[in-house]
């Protein structure tokens, strides 16, 4: 396993493979009309919540707690009010289920 992985990761550093990945995204971008810069983010965006799932699934209750805890001792300053945050919120959820829908259609998701 740990072979296959390093494999992939000197695969992923050949420039081909990167400007074969990077051509890949722009056609899929143009051919559902969206941004390349979309396509990295919806995907990544899909990665983080596989990963957060999988993390709630396999994580005793009191772990999740006390993760609850820390993250609410960490203080971030926000420089939105809470409407503002909905509405980027509300707007990412849609764009995200848009590209969705765009990549299901061709097979891709």
């Known amino acids: 396993m740990a072979s296959d992985v390093e494999k992939i990761v000197k695969l992923f550093q050949k420039r081909e493979t990167q400007e074969a990945f990077g051509e890949w995204i ?3 971008a ?10 990295v983010w919806f ?14 699934e396999s994580i005793a209750d ?3 707690e006390q993760w609850e805890e820390e993250l ?11 409407e503002e945050l909905m509405e980027i ?6 764009k995200f289920k848009r590209i969705e829908a765009k990549l299901r259609e061709l097979g891709v998701v």
């Open 30 to 39: 143009r051919k559902i009309h969206e941004r390349p810069e979309d396509i």
């Open 62 to 64: 009191e772990e999740l």
């Open 89 to 94: 919120g509300k707007r990412s959820f849609k």
């Open 72 to 82: 609410e001792q960490e203080q971030v300053d926000v420089n939105y009010t809470l």
């Open 43 to 56: 995907f990544e965006m899909k990665r983080l919540m596989n990963e957060i799932e999988k993390l709630t």
């Open 26 to 28: 722009v056609q899929l």
